[in-house]
């Protein structure tokens, strides 16, 4: 079943038209990570591939969450469309989620969804199934409000802001100040995303309480690299037993030792445990009880951050398993961009070599198709900048090397040369010394067209 449509749209800000990417039935059930991304207000945003503005496009939509029994229908009233077309267009998406849905788990409430007449009014169905009451979104639209009086003035009205909204701002009121940067900047609002992350760093320097986040990242950070620092000094010398020992040196300090599991969670394995164990019952009085909360603390620390990968991995493997069983791939890929990373990349690349492995040909083929896609579709993505690297680093010969620097490299200014040794300082990093001296080696060359066309 198709979960998104192609239609025909028009730029507001520069009036080109365009073909764009809408969802219409977002379920759940087959896409976990909708629900995040639909909530977030992710959903339905489309970038004018010829100016980048990003749009808000107006869609009948229906959400479907089974464990929660929850099926929600809604028609923007701004489409101004008759309420028999209303009824006609509903029945159909409603037909389609019935349809995805095996025989076994269609349930009463199916035939019975919940009517939503505004986008927010559909959010808070969602939120009451999710247990989150009024009174804490109420709280959350209050920091809301707050948060965007201080984008409505001036740098020099936010020091009489935090005094007036002191009550507000918390630690809650933080992290929703980057997530919401977040997803400003997805979206294509670069300058609502540049406003909040200044706000933030304006907070963390001007607030009692972002003063003792700061003070408590900085701590962190200490630790983390007093830890490093002790482990790099074992060297070739890092034996189980050199190891055991680092540990036991950190038994009482649980700062230290989270550290130290973050860096070295595979070192942590089973026999390690069987060792700290044979250690613990041999160990007597207060010794015993220290080991004893060692190991208790190393347990939980290694069990949360398996948790933590895993919830990762799946999610990876939730976007990529949505993509692969949709009919129009292109179109699954683009609304979930913020979801393509390392992690799904990762997870792709072994989905493909186990298909190989298993002589799935037709299982490979597709995955490949996707990999293939999603590389295209990240580089038309890229910025300009990136896609000149990316062009440049691509040519086939030296002379069509120069023909792009030739063609292209005087749109920017010295900036370009900048991200350009950045670029070649991660391929250096990356141990692909020769791409990052071969990108260098075009350095003068495109400094002299920047040059002039700065």
Known sequence: MSQVVRTSLTCPRCGQSFQGVVEQIINVDDDPQAKTRFLSGQVNQVQCPNCGFTMAVGTPLVYHDGARE??????????????????????????????????????????????????????????????????????????????????????????????????????EFFQMTLVTAENAAQSGKDEMAEGLILLYNFLVQNTEIGQQALQQAQVQEEVIREVAEDVQRLGENLTREAFMDLVLSYAGDTDRVQALVGLMRPAFDYNFFQELSAKMAAAEGEERELLVDLRQDLLEMTTALDQQTQVVLQRAADTLRFIVNSEDIDAAIRPRLDQIDDTFLAVLQANIRNAEEHQDLQLGARLKQVLDKVLEILRDAAPPQIRFINELMSAPTEADAYAVIQ????????????????????????????????????????????????
Do not use: C, H
Not at 133 to 140: I, L, V, Y
């Open 70 to 171: 929850l099926f929600i229908t809604y028609v923007p009233m701004e489409l101004n469309i008759p309420q028999q077309e209303r009824e006609r267009v509903v029945g159909d998406l409603s037909r389609r989620l019935m349809d995805s849905i095996p025989q076994e788990k269609r349930k009463g409430y199916l035939f019975q969804p919940k009517q939503a007449l505004t986008l927010p009014g559909m959010i808070d169905m969602i939120l009451d199934a999710e247990g989150i009451t009024q009174e804490m979104r109420d709280a959350q639209r209050e920091k809301m409000r707050v948060m965007e009086m201080f984008l409505q003035v001036g740098e020099d009205q936010w020091p009489r802001l935090v005094e007036e909204n002191a009550d507000m701002i918390d630690l």
């Open 407 to 454: 063609a292209q490299a005087g749109q920017y200014g010295p900036e370009l040369l900048e991200l350009m040794e950045a670029v070649a300082q991660d391929l250096d990093e990356s141990e692909r010394s020769d791409e990052a001296a071969r990108l260098r080696g075009y350095t003068a060359a495109v400094a002299s067209y920047v040059s002039a066309g700065a």
